[in-house]
């Protein structure tokens, strides 16, 4: 029997990224996507905005780590949270769309329950700009290095956690979250 990650893991940035710290979840998606891009197991997506036509291609993942950015202060600058199917708050405008509606779609039309998880990273600055703030950029790799560990877990190689490690940006073990 497959691991979770070994045929589908899917890593899913969503945010704006002209709003600075917005773009938190792209900005960790392009930056595994140097590391894992090589791993045909895991798909790295980087969206302004998650909307209900993506079900189609989400379907088939084993797993989903979705990333965005938060405004509310969190312990650790992020939280990682399992995320539940959820169809009875459906949302009033394409830009409200949740990952737990994405999932709850998913497990209605395609009769799969996707294991999934949210991973929240706090934000500072959410004005006009390309680039994110000092905090919520290491906030961002501590995430990406975070996610390496959590797939490791899941894969049968350990390539992907020696490449990252050779690019000199890890910046200390992270602390462990509660799915490890």
Known sequence: MATPCSHRCWIIGYGNPQRRDDGIGPFVVNRLKGILEHKKEVRLLALHQLAVDQVEQLCKADLLLFV???????????????VSPETRNRPYLTHHVQPSYLLGLIQALYHR???AWLVSIQGDDFGFGDKLSPWAERRAEKVSWE??????KRSTTR???KTYKDTGVNHGKPSRHPYY
């Open 68 to 82: 965005d950015a938060t405004v509310e202060n969190l312990d650790g600058g992020r939280t990682w949270h399992r």
């Open 113 to 115: 329950s996707i294991p």
């Open 147 to 152: 996610i390496l560990q959590f797939i490791e």
């Open 159 to 161: 390539k992907s956690i």
